[in-house]
């Protein structure tokens, strides 16, 4: 076989049409040798004969696609110093861009002797590992457009791509839990029927299956495990893991374009599948143990872990950010995917000990021109001192919002003392975002992920359920702010059956009309239950799928209703944080842009933020005081809305607002089911909310008034036929029309004003937050 001596760069393997250059970094090892795989596992060992700044490569010109291939790296072993080579051991390329089979947990993947960790394993791993695969490169994105939806207008959907279409009965058997059948229609037409902008998969970089899940007959569901950062899952792949895999993803990727969505990706960056000291040897641990790692200073055997996983990339390592920035850089470039959530992404910030929002990494995200161009969402937190950085990421990231998960679901269960937040959370949480100059979008808010219950369980459940994990119930979080409606899991009770399904339709709806960005989590709209199980990450089962036989029709439609009405009015999906100050008007007096209500109809005072009706809440947001254009020049205005909110135990009636702030209303939502009025109540009318109910109105004005600029064109009458009791939503589809405009606009870079009339006073402290 003829070797030549190749290029440095790029890394890992490329083929070009005539053979494939292979390239691999190591700084320790004193030699590197490539291996090849026969079709019966047979090896064909070459060394490598080139080494260029510790990157080690050649060119051989009869290797093609779906060649198997893995590296045998020679160098010094010395763990407390903190070299771990061992030719022994086949190891998987860290850019390998596909990945064929799995590892079966032999001895032999280990260094040591299994219950003697200071030893020295020299049995031969190869025939039980998985292997790299040279790939095809190209593929034909003819056609293909990248949606890049601005964020207000985007709506997240969390999904597994297993769970989502594991159980769908209009998918193929042969495509169900892969990404083909993500691409079928069925599952298309539901993302668009509810309005989905954003399909954000749970991680489908090839991970590793835990042994100790598989000895329980459990496995790595969830996949938080990675051991390759360029290759997609190959168990996800429904034709084949020679390369195949990829093709299908690109197809995947290429479909959900044409159908208006993007593809954001959940990846792990802060660890790796090798984890702790008596963790396999699989890949970076054999090829560079130190510079992929965060080893302890004072003794190199051991890892640094911030994770709970074992282990902590070394991003101050010049090799291991390089392998971070390649891999977003190839899933953007290549595999055409819109963005990416970071698991754990405060990991990514330790250069050395503490939480540093302008780290490296950060900086080479920052100034790259192709991965800051896409959606950057960090979970804003981890395990080490210091892991809760909700708020503290640079301006242009976004982060899961634990703050709203949590405020939003003690208002929703009666919790005292909330309202304050509830109102901050509800307006984009400015008190977290707006002093980096970051807006309200900078807010990805949610109240179910994939970790934690579901939403079904969030009003089913006080507990957790945990037994099916094999912890004794000592896995998954125990404080869940959930509360069950009075009986424990399932029920006939239909008082209760009721309480449960309207608690779900405010969740919903406060999501979908919060300022900020929603993401919903696969499932959560057709009423998807784990049985009390908040902890999936070992159920690769019908425990975590999605059972669509058993969907809830009327909460899809509500869902979809909800989702359709945030869609047509940008006054639920503001760019700019409110400020509290009047915005003129044709006639009367200027209104502020928000104003907060009691249930007398009353301006709220401070004081009242602490009053005996802690528990409800009216908003009136204003159509005409939207900062800001929209794209093409133009001031967006919109019609004003009325939320009324109530977490009390019984009905509450609501007064309607003096006629400045409308002199009719229109009920658009009312979470108890069907109105009981649907013609427009005048001002001063009194609105019944339900015990635990949301009520939404739409400012009504003559029919002779000019439509606002900024509204949408479609649907002047109203075409939405009612839906059942259980999920109303009486959205008539006209068009808003606010009142003529006659305020200049405001400067598009006018800074809010910190005391506006639209903050609110915590109680604990009386001092003001920004709502």
Known sequence: MEVWPGTAYPLGATYDGTGTNFAIFSEVAEK?????????????????????????????????????????????????????????????????KAVSGQIDWDPSLFSYNLGDPDSVNNDDSGRHMMYGVVINPFFDWTGDRQPRTPYHETVIYEAHVKGLTELHPEIPEAQRGTYAGVTHPAVIDHLTRLGVTALELMPVHQFVNDSTLMDKGLSNYWGYNTIGFFAPQNTYGAFGDRGQQVQEFKAMVKAMHAAGIEVILDVVYNHTAEGNHLGPTLSFRGIDNAAYYRLVEDDKQFYMDYTGTGNSLNVRHPHSLQLLMDSLRYWVTEMHVDGFRFDLAATLAREFYDVDRLSTFFELVQQDPIVSQVKLIAEPWDIGPGGYQVGNFPPQWTEWNGKYRDTVRDFWRGEPATLGEFASRLTGSADLYEYSGRRPVASINFVTAH?????????????????????????????????????????????????????????????????????????????????????????????????????????????????????????????????????????????????????????????????????????????????????????????????????????????????????????????????????????????????????????????????????????????????????????????????????????????????????????????????
């Open 451 to 771: 970790d934690g219950f579901t939403m079904a369980d969030l009003v089913s459940y006080n507990e957790k359920h945990n037994e099916a994990n094999g912890e004794d119930n000592n896995d998954g979080e125990s404080h869940n702010r959930s509360w069950n409606c009075g009986v424990e899991g399932p029920t006939d009770d239909p008082e209760i059956v009721t309480m449960r399904q309207r608690q779900q339709r405010n969740f919903l709806a406060t999501l979908m009309l919060s300022q900020g960005v929603p993401m919903i989590a696969h499932g959560d709209e057709l009423g998807r239950t784990q049985q009390g199980n908040n902890n999936t990450y070992c159920q690769d089962s019908e425990l975590s799928w999605i059972d669509w036989s058993n969907a809830d029709e009327a909460l899809i439609e509500f869902t979809a209703s909800v989702n359709r009405l945030r869609a047509q009015h940008p006054t639920f999906r503001r760019r700019r944080f409110f400020d509290g100050r009047p915005v003129a008007r044709g006639e009367g007096e200027p209104l502020p842009d928000i104003a907060w209500i009691t249930p007398a109809g009353e301006v709220m005072t401070p004081e009242d933020w602490d009053s005996g009706f802690g528990r409800s809440v009216g908003v009136f947001l204003n159509g005409n005081g939207i900062r800001g254009m929209d794209r093409r020049g133009s001031r967006v205005v919109d019609d004003s809305f009325l939320m009324l909110f109530s977490a009390h135990d019984q009905p509450l009636d609501f007064t309607l607002p003096h006629e400045e702030y409308g002199t009719a209303w229109r009920l658009v939502i009312d979470t108890a089911g069907v109105p009981e009025h649907i013609e427009p109540l005048p001002a001063g009318a009194s609105v019944t909310v339900a015990d635990k109910g949301l009520v939404v109105l739409q400012a009504v004005m003559a029919v002779d008034t000019p439509v606002a600029s900024g509204a949408p064109a479609a649907a002047a009458v109203p075409t939405v036929a009612p839906v059942p009791v259980a999920t109303q939503v009486a959205l008539h589809e006209q068009p808003p029309t606010g009142e003529p405009v006659n305020a200049d606009p405001l400067p598009d870079d006018l800074s809010p004003s910190p005391a506006a009339a639209g903050a609110t006073m915590d109680p604990d402290d009386g001092t003001q937050g920004q709502s």
């Open 32 to 96: 590197v040798e490539l291996v090849l795989i026969g079709e019966r596992g047979k090896e064909t060992r070459i060394p490598m004969p080139e080494v260029d700044g510790y990157v080690w490569h050649c060119y051989i010109p009869v290797v093609g696609p779906g060649q198997r291939y893995g590296y045998r790296v020679h160098g010094p072993n010395d763990p407390a110093s903190g070299t771990r080579c061992n030719p022994n051991k086949l190891l998987l390329d860290p850019y390998a």
